[in-house]
Structure formats: C-alpha cells, structure tokens
C-alpha cells in the first residue's frame, strides 16, 4: 500500500472475504445478529475505502494499477493478480458496496430466525468480494476470476434452502447455464490471446487501434464477449435461468440478480468499449440482443402471478436496455442504467422481499392487495421504486432511459444496423414497463385485499432494520438520476467521468428541439403505460385482464414464450441421450470388445490363463522376469552401439 | 542428497512395514514415515542434483534432480499422500501394515520416476512402480478385482514394451554418449523425421495407455470402480497417472520432430477424450466410475496442452497434472469417507446430508469446485494454459475441449446436490477431528495452487522451453509449420 488513498481500495475484496471467512468458520457458534453485523460491518467498511478512493480520485486521466501478487505468469502473459482503479471500476465499486452494505443490513432481519443464519451471511460476503474482484481486475483471466466467482456464490445461495428439490434445481440451472456463456469468455479470451498476445485489458484497448475498424479478429472477440455476457445478464437465448433463481431468499435476488451480478455482462461491454467501438458488427450483435431480450421479457412480465417472477422478467428487460446502450456506443450510458437501475430495483426487490415477510410467504400477486393501508412503509417506497423504473419524470429511471432511448435514436456506429428500429422496439418496451410495473404495484398494495381474514391479522410492517434501507434505497432511486441529466441543456457529472475509463463514439445529436421533443415522447409513453395499468387494474379491477389471461397467448407468455419446454427438447433431452449413448458404448461396446479381441489373440489368451492361475505374488514374479528381460535388451542393444 | 533421501526413505519404511504384524505398530510407524518423508519432500526445491554411474556397459546412471517439472510433481504427490497414509491406516482393517507398505512403495516408486534424469532409471521406477499398485488391488480390491487387474496389467505391459523398444533404439540410433537427459538432448537432434516419428510412436503408447487416452483408457475405470473402498488405493492410482509427466519430460523435448508429426492426430484424439469422459461423467452413479471419467476428462485436457505444443498449454498441462493429483486424490478420500458412513459408494444412496455434515460438505464443494476448474482454486490455472495452447494450435482442438469446461459443471453440480441436498432425511455424522486432519493438507493445497501458481509455473516453463525452442529450430530448417508456435515469448 501506498499514499494514495485509491491504492487502498484493493483493499475492499480482502475485507469482504474476511468476514466470508469468519462467518464460514466460526459463525455457527455466533448468535444471531452478530454474523450479519459482522459481514455488514465488512461490506460496510468496503464501501468506505471504495468512496475514499472515488473521492480522491481526481482529475487522473489513467487508472491506478495495484499489483498484488504474480498469477500465472507464462508465455509471455504478464498476469498477475493486480487491481486496475479507474472511473469505471471504482463506480462500480461504489454500486456492490453501497447497494450491497444495504442489503445485509436488510438481511439481518429478512433472514431471522434461519437455520443457516451464519452461512447466508458468509455465501453473500463471498458474493461481494468475487464481485469487487470481477470490476477490479486488470486483467480478463482475473475478471474471470470473480466472474465464475460470483457464479458459485450465486449457485449457493440460489440453492440457499436446499432441502426443497426446487431450489437446488434452479441453482443447477443457473451454474450449468452460465458455465455455457463462460465457455464462449474462455475462447474469447484465446482468441485475445492470438489476436493481441496479451490479455491484460488495458493493453488489449490500446492496441485496438492498430487494426482495422471492424477487422473479423474484433468481430470475432466481440461477439465471444457477448456470449458470456448473456449468460451472466440473463440476455437471450440464456436467460432462462434468471426467472428460476428467484427460488433463493429475496435479499439474494435484490443484490445478485437485480443490482450487481446481472450487470456483469454489461461492464464487460463497457471495459472492453474501444474493441466494441471499432467492430460495429459485435455492436450491432449486442445492442440487438439486447433490444429482442427488453422487448420479449416485458411481454413476459405482463403475464406473471409471482411477485418476485414479475420482477425476474423486469430485470432481464431493463438489462436489455443496457446492452442496447452499451451496443450503439453509449458506454456511460449502459452503467449510468446500471447505477439508477441497482437503485431502484434493488429497492423493489427489497420491497417484495418486505411482502413476502409481512404475508409469511405468500408470492401471488392474485392474493395480494390492499397493502399499502398495512405496510405503509413498504408501500410508499414501492411506489417510488414503480415511478423510477416507469420513467416519470425526475426520477432516477427516467434520466437513465432518456438517455438511452436518445443515443440509441442518434447512434451513428450502428446507423446502418438498424438503430432506428431499436429506438422503436424501446419506445414500445418503455410503454409495457410503466404498464407492467404499474400493474406491479396496483396488484399488490391497492384495492381490496384478496387474502383471507386469517393472514390479514399477521400481516405486519417489517421492522426497522429492513425499512431503513428501503427509504434509504427509495431516496436514492429519486435523487441518483440528477448525476446524469440531459447534457444538451445541463450539467452532466457521470459521462464525462465515464468517458475517460470507456471510449467515445460519434453521435448525430439531433437539434435541441428535436431532444425536448424525444423526450416529449418518453414522457408521453411513460405516462400512457401508467395510466393503462390504472385503467385495468385500478378502476376496472383487472376485469379486462382476467377474461385475456386465461387465453392461450397468455399461457404462452406465462410460460416465457416457450424457452424451457424447448431447451428440453432442444438442448437437454438430446444431450442425456447422448450422455446416456456414450456411457453405453463406454461400457458394453469398446470395453468388451476390446477386452474380447485381446484374449481371442491366442496367445494372449494362453498368457492370460497362466498369469490367472497365480496369485498377487505371481503377478510380481512376472513383472521382475519382464525387467529382466528389458535390461537384456537395452544391454544388448547398448554393446551393439 | 535430498532427492535420494526421498526416494530410498519411503522404500525403507515400506520394508520396515512388512515386519509390522501389529496394526497399531504398522500405524505408528506409517505416521512417523509419513511426515519424514514429506519433509524430506519440503526440502526438495533448491536442493543439488545427484550423479553418480550406475551400468557404465550401456551409459546409465543413477541421476537425479529436483530443479525441474518433476520436482514440483514429487512435492505436490508427497503433500497428497501424507493424508493418503493417514487415511489408508484408519480405514483399511485386514493386513494393514502391507497395505501402508504397498503405498510407501509407490510414494518411492514415484519420487523416483518424477526426479530421475537418466532414461533408463527411470523406465525403471516406472515399471516397479506398477508392482505396488497391482498388489493394493489384487489384495484389497473388490469382488471383479481379478478382471480389472488383468485389464490394467495388460494394458500397462503393452505400453510399457514399446516404450522399452524406444528406449533399447534411442542411445545407438542417435549416438548419445549415455542415458542421461542432456546427452540425449544434445542427440537426438541429428534424428532424422522418420526415426524420430517411430521412436515418439513407442513413448506415445505407453504414456497414451498410463495418460490415460481414448481408447486406451478401459483399464482405469475398472481399476478405480474395484480398488479399496477408502479410496486410499485410488489416490496412488491418481498420483501415477504420469503418462503427461513422461510426454512432458521425455519424449517431446527428446523427439520434437516425431511429436510435430504425431501432434495434430493426439492433439484431436485429447480433445474428444476430454469431452467424451466428462459427458459420460454427467451419467454414472458409481461414485469412483465418475471420478473416473473426470479424472479421464482432466487428462484428455492434458494432452490437448501437451499437444498444442504451445509453451502456455506445456506448461499449464503439468500444472494441471499437479493439481488434479490434490483434487482428484481429495475426491477419492472423500468418496472412502462418504463410504465410512454408509458403507455405498452409489450416489443415489446418499441426498440431503449437507444438513447433518455441513463440515464435509463445504471440503466436498470447495474440493469439487476445484475439479471442474473454478478459477481461485487448483485446477483453473493449468486446466486455463492448456486450453489456451491447444487453442493457439488449433482452433476446431481448442474449442471442442472448451465443451468439456461446461460438461464438467454438469457432473459437478450433479454430484454435489445428488449427495448433499434435496429432501431426503438421510443423517450422517460430521467430519472426525481425524478426518478433518486427513483433509486439512488436501484443503491447504487446494487454495495454494490455485492462488499462487506463478512459482511452480515458472519451473514448468523453464522445462517447456527446451521443447518450443527445438521445435522452433526444426521449423527454420524445414517447410512452413504444422503449428502454430511463432508468438510464443514477446
């Protein structure tokens, strides 16, 4: 460690794995709170050393190396386990720990009471060190690192209550599928490797420029990228384990699957930019994945009972918005959603997890209602979080979408990919969002109560150490968005300090008129979108909904559009098949009939019943006489010489 | 002297064992051997190089050294059998003195082939150590151990005849002064292609059959499925899959231009290999047959980074050989454990155990993790490099074994929830404070090699470079390159 306050930040993984190890080792013999006061008290202090270094971090214009320890320093690869502190990382820094620091404090009353108390609180320390390891390192094998890190942190506390089948089910689900999208990381990174002969990341960036715009070596990286990107941010076709992870305990979904490990594919993105901004091939890849995936997710979410699934398809969309933005160029843009998104869907993750605790484990929303008079905490903070991610104006989510809807309407990187059509395809998921989440939150906090009289006497307010991140998340939600507003009329604080970690891409800004009036027309869809979820769900009770939703078309989108019925028959099915093929030919095909060829040789066979007839020490005798016999040789083929 | 002192200490003890007629006498003598010896193994880097004649009429020599990949090997395969001994003398009851002498056998066994220098020595150590691991089958092993022993002899004296004909051709076809590596090296280099192809072909089988390598690889599903059920056996077994060793060591640095030829044939014959095991690995219930194929899974990626002859994949293919010796080795003593509780070694017999042995299942996990290559632990580094060089080789070779990555989380997962968690109401007890001792060493090595490889490494490299670099000889000499090598050091 140095001087330099931001040196001291690499500091903060360390933190986080300390208390993991702690409650890991001893914390089945701490009474409860104290593991989740010492794994808080260990994010918490991470979130101090990461604003510290934020603070001081300045006017650099290059990041800060902190070079540990040698990693796997071979063939000319320079790696080692060494930190590289930039505007990007240390951001994100600031989200894990910040968000994170709120959500144990959370989790020490949502989880009460648990048998695995002290394990709960050591899986999510891990999470937030493998986490910090992923945005810190400097190299792509290091971010690798973290990257399956959190995969495994994810899988253990998706399968958290593993003595239920489903739960480890979904846990299996997601490791398995994000394993297929951290295959395509490895080959992108052997890829870099023969491209770049390097796979530090800074230096990959700085050597893009010696190769064409749009060279297929780019292309072919980018892409690969975009592969494991999808995996871990849930895009299509990989997504289909996010709505399944919901099974873990809803802090877990507020801080993994909403905040921070979703994003992960968007920061690869976003740390690789001037690769994506000189292939637009691998952009226009990217941003169209995204934009299919916001669009068919919010189709999704519409048609969802559970109260945290509604919010799965939510999360998966709202990511879609970030791939789109990152894909036409717009870097700071894509981590600008990350930070108001982690915000506010953190929060609504938080909110439901408020529910579901008040209602003693009741996930439907058809059972829901009337909350707000109940948990009237809860149901304010909902509300903001609703609003946020809607798109009303001044709130946090209506800053980042704007701004996404706008650089994607002026992308000139993909001008000839069809931004245009991408423009269009948000605008009318924008709609679905503030209609989908308004439906959210009318389904459950307003009208009648649709649960029985019995559960109505238990449903309580959550205590204070869950409400008090709630209204912490919920002022965050509003004020965050003022970091980033429109530049052409503003002060914007957040692109010009991105700018400097990610790379700058050429936009056709449209005159300022024509800005006031896209956003005009976010505005206008947002409210829209709003105003259909009062209509249905608020002054005609969901009567129009209910007569829909039994149709077909709404099993299908129930269902998330078919994808697990077809990876059973696509991907699943014919792989046990031929699992099941190759063990059988394993077995009874190449092990017998080898084993048959050799003894119907004759002379094996007469060797074989002489060496059967013996016991182990016959067995020894013939290994002696066959040493024997070689010295022989070699002694004779020695004198020949 | 540090190199001969471990490879005479453990063969000392092994004798002394056969006197022990008493089970405690033999488990205290085990103990005291097995520390001494593992520090003798903890001072082995940095220590001298010994030389001295041994058969002066054909030029071989007892020479040992530790400064190269083999001493990195010894140390790691002396770390995995302290527990390995330990674990062997709580669990194997019916003549456990020679039990623990047949393991001490190929601790030396072992120590010899990993630190001789002199081709002839080892070939040596590489047959008498076969002899051990016959009697710990034949003498401990299950109901079928006879087929299963026929098959692995069988397998094992075919490929060791080839390889005593290349070694019976190597010193006069070449002209080398002796059987020492460095005479050698400095030879063979006058071999012409066509020599140097038939004489790699005779080192291949052998260590294609010991790697093992699709076809070759029947005896050791047999082998592991029918040796003591502790699991003690099957860790030396692991410990002695040395064929990558001997490709690494010997036939590669030795014959560049055979191997360049045969390279493209075993570089796609590793990569099915590595894929085919781990997909098979996803169906078996037989705890020791999945571990197994995983282990054959780990060894198909050996030999795509051998025979990617990229100085990454030579390098990251030993280190992964080092490390699936601590994680494959842990799983064995972990599956003998699991058979201390339930006496099964079928996977549908357990489920939901996490509950009441939540110690055993966070060693299983972290040590199961570490198997199918999640970074952090031992295996990544190598199991990363390999894949890396065959990738630079080939990318059709690269990407096929890339599959295996995602296979291998399959069988992972599987396995561990299969054991560990769903609804089951099966109870078992905790790990021992015995057991957690016999773990602890397996642990430690598992976070070492993981987080720290760069050491290691490095003595791989050094030892790697000699094959690139004569590769790259070749090639100036000769037409345009079969492989890709050309980007090796910037």
Redesign the interface.
Known sequence: MTGDPVTWAALAPFLALAGALVN?LFG?RLREPLPGVIASVAVGAAFVLSLLAFATFGERDVGVGVRL?????????DLA?AFHLDQLSLLMMLIITGVGALIHVYSIGYMHGDDGYA?YFSALNLFVAAMLVLVMADSY?LL??G???VG?CS?LLI?FW????QN?DA??KA??VN??G??GF??A???I??TF??LTISEVNAAVGGFAFGAAALTGIGVLLMVAAAGKSAQLPLHVWLPDAMAGPTPVSALIHAATMVTAGVYLIARSAPLFAASPDASAVVAWVGGITALAAAIVAFAQTDIKKILAYSTISQLGFMFVAVGVGAYWVGIFHVLTHACFKGLLFLTSGSVIHGLGGEQDVRRMGGLRRLMPVTALTALVGTLAIAGVPLLSGFFSKDAILLYTFSSTLLADHGSLVLYGALLVTAFMTAAYMGRWYLLVFEGEPRFTAEARAKVHESPRVMTVPLVVLAALSVLIGYVGLPSFAFPNLIAPWLQAATASVPFDYPPVWAEWLLIGVAVLVAAAGLALAWWVYALQSGRPVTRFGSGRIAAFARSGLGFDALYRAAVVGP??G???G??LL??DV??RG??AS?TTAGF?ARA?TL??TG??RN??LA?LA??VI?VL???I????? | MTAVTLVLLPLVVATVLLFAREALVARAIALIGAIATFVTAVLLPGSGAVQVPWIPTFGAFIAFDPGHAGGVLALVASLVMVPTVLWASLRVESNTGRFLAALFAMWSGLMGLFLARDLVLFYVFWEATLIPSLVMLGGWGGAQRRQALLKYLLYAVAGSFAMLLTIAAIKPLAGAESYLFADLLAATVSLDVLTQTWLFAGFALAFAVKLPMFPLHHWLIDFHEQNHPSGAADVAGTLYKVGGFGLFAWALPLLPEGARQAAPLLLALGAFTAVYAAVIATRANHLKRLLAYASLSHMGIVAVGLFGLHLAGLSGAMYLLAAQMVTTGGLFLISGMLHARRGSLDADSYGGIAASAPALAAVTLLVLFASIGVPGLANFPGEFLALLGAFQASTAAGVLAVLAVIAAGVYGVNLYQRLYQGPQPNAVADLRPLEVVVLAPIVAATLWLGLAPAAQLRVFEADAIVTVERIEQAQDGVDAPLVAVGEVRR
């Open positions: 890991g089945a320890w040698e990693f796997m320093p071979v063939a000319g690869l386990v394990r094998p690798f690192v990257w399956e890190g495994v899988f399968g593993y003595r239920q089948t480890p846990a299996r490791f398995i394993r297929i951290d295959a490895l080959v990174m052997f890829l490797y023969r002969g390097t792989s046990e031929t699992a099941a190759l063990a394993d077995r190449l092990d080898l084993a050799v094996m074989i060496l059967q016991y182990v067995y020894a290994m066959g040493a070689l040789v070699v002694v083929a020695g004198v020949r010489a």
